[in-house]
């Protein structure tokens, strides 16, 4: 066993121990983890957007644009609009903020339809095509394959299932008699669908136990060979 | 209150600690379980291994430092592949708490293999809005990112001369814990049709398999199970292959658990209607 010098290293394996006490039930120790993670994520995060986008987006680019309009004069400021526009970024971002006073605070929706109409309008085409269209087009295969066996069963269970899963989801029809048994079939998909991704979650979240484990028995404690 | 009842009625805590041990005793005890590889996986060492010294490889770093414990042995594996192989890399880290352990991975390994930035790697960084990141880097990755993440400008590098954009990259491979594989999928591959593989943590891989099928990504490594697979294919590392023993045992204890649970529902069901 060598004990790491290190302070940080020991700071992590404290935090990690004092996050794990919640399993034996809330404590105070918990509560101090759990809100120095909360803060620590909240001040990185402001940090980094505040000179990744505030600064080296919007006021690099606009000061550029106002050197033009002073420098060169307003006919090449005005063409220079790539530098000085981003400062109608500047205003939707500011507007946002009047939600912090009730009486405006109706403002902000402005920049909030701005942001929520110009990403849906972007998302539509490109979300279509590679979530929609790409996977409808991958579920028109043939029924029978020549001298593929494997094949064949696969394109049969892919086609089965999407065609009772989405079955399934289909409300306007009341599920009885043989639409009500390709619905059921259609629940039997989703659940070893959902079984699937189960598995995968306690796969996931073991290999994240067994990451704090190895921390703290390696890096920490240097229990490990 | 009979077997059964009390069985259903276990104090959580107790499912805690019998995971707790079933992690504890393989991390101070390891041993080695097989590791049998999928095709899909397969497919991305297949590729990588098939790039020719001085072809370039887009290794997308996109994870936070708790997803660790499951990707970084995917990065490293790949990262260490492709140094062995005189492959060049550009690498990314779009993910907001990311770019610093990247820069640790990627210094640790240019050190091993004797790698030079600019000449046989370039680090791009971190730029938030990781939407916007991926199509401007489609047109030319100068827009988004005009200089390295160590503020040298990318025309300076001798590596990134000629390379304008993902049409002067073999393949982008994007290993992540979070949404940003879904813009790699659509923008990348969608829109600039790259030839795209992905590894992402367990809890991610169920949903990319309709990816893999339709042929929008060509590789999928799912969680520290693909990463042991990859590490036993190229042969770099074992630190995933070492997790796969906890991993076995924890699951045993949990599928013995699920069985038992089972049991006393069904049981005291029994009990109930009788």
Redesign the interface.
């Known amino acids: 066993m060598h004990l790491t010098p290190d302070i940080g290293i020991w700071i992590g394996g404290l935090l990690t121990l004092g996050i794990f006490s919640f399993l034996y039930g809330d404590n105070p120790y918990y509560k101090f983890c759990e809100a120095l993670f909360i803060g620590v994520s909240a001040g990185h995060w402001f940090v980094t957007l505040f000179w990744t986008v505030f600064v080296a987006k919007m006021i690099r680019n606009v000061e550029i644009g106002l050197n033009t309009f002073i420098t060169q004069g307003f006919s090449a400021g005005m063409a220079d609009y790539m530098h000085w526009s981003y400062i109608f970024g500047g205003i939707l971002g500011f507007l946002m903020l009047l939600r912090l006073f009730p009486k405006i605070g109706w403002i902000s929706r402005w920049s909030l339809a701005f942001v929520v109409g110009t990403t849906s309008g972007y998302y539509f085409i490109t979300y279509l095509v590679s979530n929609g269209l790409r996977q409808i087009q991958r579920t028109i295969l043939p029924l029978y394959v020549h001298g593929d066996f494997y094949t064949t069963i696969g394109n049969l269970i892919i086609i089965v299932g999407t065609f009772c899963g989405l079955t399934y989801f289909f409300f306007s029809k009341e599920h009885k008699g043989t639409f009500g048994g390709l619905a059921r079939l259609g629940i039997w998909f989703l659940m070893i669908t959902f079984g699937a991704s189960f598995g995968y979650t306690v796969m996931s979240r073991m290999s994240l136990l067994i990451g704090r484990m190895d921390y703290i028995f390696g890096t920490w404690l240097g229990m490990l060979g | 209150m009979n077997f059964y009842e009390r069985l259903m009625n276990l104090d959580r805590?107790w499912v805690?600690l019998v995971?707790g041990i079933a992690?504890?005793i393989p991390?101070?005890n390891?041993f080695r379980v097989p590791v049998y590889v999928t095709q899909e996986v397969k497919a991305i060492y297949d590729c990588v291994e098939s790039l020719e010294p001085g072809d370039i490889l887009f290794l997308a770093i996109d994870y936070d430092p708790?997803?660790?414990?499951?990707v970084h042995p995917m990065a490293k594996a790949i990262m260490r592949q492709c140094f062995a192989k005189d492959v060049k890399l550009i690498i990314s880290a779009l993910s907001?708490?990311g770019p610093g352990m990247a820069e640790q991975l990627i210094s640790e390994l240019s050190k091993e293999f004797g790698k030079k930035s600019g000449i046989d790697y370039c680090y791009l960084g971190?730029?938030?809005y990781f939407s916007i990141v991926i199509l401007g880097m489609g047109q030319n990755f100068r827009i988004p990112f005009p200089t390295d993440y160590y503020g040298v400008p990318l025309d300076s590098l001798p590596m990134m001369r000629g390379v304008q954009n993902y049409d002067d990259v073999k393949v982008v491979i994007d290993i992540s814990s979070g949404n940003i594989t879904d813009y790699w999928?659509?923008?990348g591959?969608?829109?600039y049709n790259v030839k795209l593989a992905v590894g992402v943590?367990?809890?991610?891989?169920?949903?990319y398999y309709?990816y893999l099928?339709?042929?929008?990504i060509f590789g999928l490594m799912?969680?520290?199970?693909g990463a042991s697979e990859y590490e036993v294919l190229s042969k770099q590392g074992d630190r995933a292959i070492k997790?796969m023993s906890?991993?076995t045992t924890?699951?045993i204890v949990?599928i013995l658990f699920i069985v038992a649970g089972n049991i006393g529902y069904f049981m005291s069901r029994k009990k109930k209607i009788k």
Not at chain 2, 66 to 70: C, D, P, R, S, V
Not at chain 2, 222 to 225: A, I, N, R, S, T
């Open positions: 805590r805690y995971v992690v504890i991390v101070l390891p708790q997803a660790m414990a499951e907001q708490n971190y730029k938030p999928i659509i923008y591959n969608g829109r943590t367990g809890v991610m891989t169920a949903n309709p099928a339709s042929g929008q799912g969680g520290l199970k997790m906890i991993q924890a699951h949990i």
